[in-house]
């Protein structure tokens, strides 16, 4: 079992250019999130996908947009990156309505300049 | 909506030290309640959680946390401190649907030899 695997580890764009952030579990999790990390900020949630086929927004959204593209990957997209998105981005599992307990990938460290 | 607050940012004890951190949350209804722990550079680690039953909860690394409903608190205690548990410890609550949870904005723990 390989858990929750994001690809890629560290990433530098310029501002403007666009990217996919791809994360995959293998543990027939239903839910599925992303996270941002910013120092003195704690995790904040971009958006969320409680099962295959439905997304919805967290607390930070804009600028970003999701695809749940089967049960197992959840991808993320910065259509237009701007500096203020640098940061550690993680994604997170979980597997039964209710359990709440949730597994986290390595994370992608993204610097947008 | 819930949320959480971890009062201290950063909290330094000396090896072999007891511990306790604090989180205070706010949420209507009963709680589900977590501690995460990032060390650096890797992603997060479930320390222990709390969903009903007996408000002192054993979590793993000989960490424990109690839920105190009066005081809206649950705060991770460990009696002695190695200077392996050095790392940045997240509170988190969870929501009543969709497996979504909120963080605190974690306290970096630093430890003395």
């Known amino acids: 079992n390989a858990g929750v695997t994001q690809t890629p580890k560290f990433q530098v764009l310029k501002t403007g250019q666009s990217m996919t952030l791809q994360c995959a579990q293998d543990?027939?999790?239903?839910?599925m999130y992303w996270y941002r990390q910013d120092p003195g900020m704690g995790l904040r949630l971009i958006y969320y996908?409680?099962?295959?086929?439905?997304?919805d927004k967290g607390e930070v959204p804009n600028g970003y947009n999701v695809s749940r593209l089967n049960k197992r990957e959840f991808s993320l997209r910065l259509e237009s990156a701007a500096p203020s998105q640098t940061s550690v981005y993680f994604c997170?599992?979980?597997?039964?309505?209710?359990?709440?307990?949730?597994?986290f990938g390595p994370g992608t460290r993204l610097t947008v300049t | 909506a819930q949320s959480v607050t971890q009062p201290d940012i950063h909290i330094t004890v000396s090896e072999g030290a007891s511990l306790e951190l604090r989180c205070n949350y706010s949420?209507?209804?009963?709680?589900?309640l977590f501690w995460y722990v990032q060390s650096p550079g890797q992603g997060l680690q479930l320390l222990l959680k709390?969903?009903?039953?007996?408000?002192l909860v054993q979590g793993i690394k000989g960490f424990e946390a109690e839920f105190k409903r009066s005081q809206s608190s649950f705060n991770l205690r460990k009696p002695s401190v190695h200077w392996s548990d050095a790392a940045e410890y997240f509170c988190?609550?969870?929501?009543?649907?969709?497996?979504?949870?909120?963080f605190g904005k974690g306290t970096r723990l630093h430890i003395l030899p």
């Open positions: 997170a599992s979980c597997g039964r309505q209710g359990n709440y307990e949730q597994y």
């Open positions: 543990m027939n999790h239903n839910s």
């Open positions: 996908s409680a099962s295959e086929g439905t997304t």
């Open positions: 949420y209507g209804a009963t709680p589900y």
């Open positions: 709390y969903f009903s039953g007996d408000t």
């Open positions: 988190a609550v969870g929501a009543d649907r969709d497996d979504k949870i909120i």
